[in-house]
């Protein structure tokens, strides 16, 4: 059996230096949105140059939205963690916080503009007399918000909402950063730019199994259960975006967690799966510029996970900005996705249980089941 999931795995992963393979399976482009995520962060940035934020500092901000749209919020938040001088709450749910009102930003954003969690919370906001501002490529989100008078940010149409996470998230850094809460700004995003599109000459499809990092992990992790673990929290949410992006692109089953949180609890597992017999593979996101304190920490796990699991792998961030250290994460991340599904002959756009799901959700609630 062992023999035969080798050969497999060699089978696939010879695929991965295949072009017309590639073109075969990822029917959509998802590969090819992925290589454009430098240049989509200049257009995302750019996409809320002429919106005015609400004239008063507020005394919160809250990201409303789900999935692929939800990202942005927690990129967000991890971001300007260590900066803001008010709280950045994400929330991915019909209600809103008690606290929301008057003084509260809130941060609507939906890819298509009909999310419904999203459209519960912007009429949640509305009735509470919060600030708004829509982050959406159109929908009723869209033609709500104008027809209320909010300014609404329009971000390219006709991508699944998980390719568009610049779209979705740089708006948000510039509208918090023109409220008084970030001093990120055009520099920190141009080096973030540029920073990803060398990534994606050093990591796209061209570029042999051997020689590129990103193929080197698909083939780590393919044919196990893969565990994405972030240094600390800072990385969390790009721990989150690996899982989120395996799940979706790669169809695969997969866990995220953070250190230090992870050490009290989760690794009292690891021991289960060994028994289990269940092949874990383990990613390690690490900052570049972490605290050191986390070293000893993360080495003790890696040593006991070593010796249950077999071996564990590290990935390193890249640049000298946050911005730019946390998206070499994420397009590493997305693009490890994208080549296992092509590993696995499965095309990364289509997402078929998610779909069902909302239409059979629409079906129950337009039949008044709900």
């Not at 409303?64 to 950045?88: Q, Y």
Request: with cysteine.
């Amino acid at each position: 059996m062992e023999k035969e999931a080798s050969r497999r795995q060699d089978a696939a992963a010879a695929a991965l230096d295949e072009p017309a393979h590639a073109a075969r399976i990822d029917r959509s482009g998802m590969l090819d949105r992925t290589l454009r995520m430098g240049a989509m962060l200049l257009e995302g940035w750019e996409a809320a140059s002429g919106v005015v934020p609400p004239a008063a500092r507020p005394t919160a901000v809250v990201v409303a939205g789900m999935g692929g749209s939800g990202v942005g919020g927690d990129m967000l938040r991890a971001l300007l963690a260590g900066t803001s001088p008010v709280p950045i709450v994400g929330v991915k749910d019909y209600r809103l916080p008690a606290f929301v009102g008057p003084t509260t930003l809130l941060l609507a954003c939906s890819y298509s503009g009909d999310t419904e969690e999203t459209l519960s919370a912007y009429a949640a906001a509305r009735a509470s007399g919060a600030s708004i501002v829509a982050v959406t490529s159109g929908g009723s989100l869209a033609g709500r918000a104008q027809a209320d008078g909010h300014q609404v940010v329009r971000i390219p149409a006709g991508l699944p909402p998980r390719a568009a996470l610049p779209y979705l998230m740089l708006p948000l850094l510039r509208l918090t950063r023109d409220s008084g809460l970030s001093s990120m700004g055009d520099e920190e995003v141009r080096e973030a730019s540029l920073l990803l599109v060398r990534l994606a000459s050093l990591w796209g499809p061209e570029v042999a199994a051997g020689e590129n990092p990103a193929k080197t992990l698909a083939i780590y992790l393919f044919g196990g259960l893969p565990a994405v673990y972030s240094a600390s929290p800072l990385l969390e949410p790009v721990a989150v975006r690996w899982k989120t992006q395996l799940n979706e692109n790669s169809k695969l089953f997969a866990c995220a967690n953070t250190f230090p949180e992870l050490s009290h609890n989760e690794a009292e597992g690891w021991a289960g799966l060994a028994r289990a017999g269940l092949p874990l593979r383990a990613v390690v996101l690490r900052d570049r510029r972490e605290d050191p304190a986390a070293a000893l920490r993360i080495r003790l796990a890696r040593e006991t996970l070593e010796g249950l699991a077999g071996e564990v792998r590290e990935a390193r961030s890249q640049g000298e900005g946050l911005l730019a250290r946390l998206f070499s994460l994420i397009i590493l991340g997305d693009l490890v996705s994208c080549y296992l599904a092509l590993m696995a002959g499965v095309d990364p756009t289509p997402v078929e249980i998610i779909t069902q799901t909302k239409a059979r959700l629409k079906e129950e609630r337009d039949a008044g089941r709900a």
